[in-house]
């Protein structure tokens, strides 16, 4: 431990037969947690490892994007693997944490007209509306242009695949709860839009 940094050591003393097996283990599980942090920045291309590794990440990075350390160094056999920086970890924090599902619950509890209005819903089936597209806990919302802000819920995707946080233009008709109230959208087509390439694919089932 030195002012203003935070080292994970990860090693094995050889005298002790238990934690030299251990360091068999845990340099590769260390490789792999890596491996998660440096695809979620993009060096890989498509984000690697299940929610949990992608989760012990963004907690890892927690404490120097909250400004409560200066650096995270993560050290392997005594080589120093990769290191977290303020910039880096500010990254990590923000693409392997999803935000509170209240935070979209809450939007989503906005009133009809704020959701989808008489003009939206018709373009919706016509020409479609812009909108980015955004995954929490398995569930699909819809960012719309001039939406203020509301996330809308998703329904009915079928065989359509979406990407995480990229743009599109959504075709369909407007979801209604049991007493008319518009809910969210049913999806039929959504095309990417701005020949943006996916980052992370999701295909609803």
Do not use: C
Not at 131 to 141: I, N, R
């Amino acid at each position: 431990m030195r002012h203003g940094s935070i080292e994970i050591v990860l090693d094995a003393i050889g005298s002790a037969h238990k934690l030299l097996e251990a360091g068999i283990y845990l340099a590769p599980f260390a490789s792999h947690i890596v491996d998660v942090a440096q695809s979620a920045l993009g060096i890989f291309g498509m984000p690697i490892g299940t929610k949990a590794d992608q989760k012990l990440v963004a907690s890892i990075a927690n404490p120097v994007a909250k400004g409560r350390a200066q650096q995270i160094n993560l050290v392997i056999h005594g080589n120093p693997t990769f290191n977290i920086t303020s910039e880096i970890a500010a990254q990590l924090v923000e693409r392997l944490s999803p935000p509170p599902r209240e935070a979209f619950e809450q939007a989503a509890q906005a009133t009809q007209l704020m959701m989808l209005d008489e003009q939206q819903h018709h373009r919706l089936m016509a020409d479609g509306l812009i909108g980015t597209a955004l995954q929490v806990d398995g569930e699909w919302y819809a960012r719309l242009e001039n939406g203020r802000g509301v996330l809308v819920p998703i329904f009915n995707l079928g065989g359509v695949i979406l990407a995480h946080r990229d743009l599109y233009r959504f075709q369909g008709y407007a979801a209604q709860g049991n007493r008319g109230e518009i809910i969210g959208i049913n999806v039929t087509t959504a095309h990417p839009l701005d020949g943006h390439q996916p980052n992370q694919v999701f295909q609803h089932i």
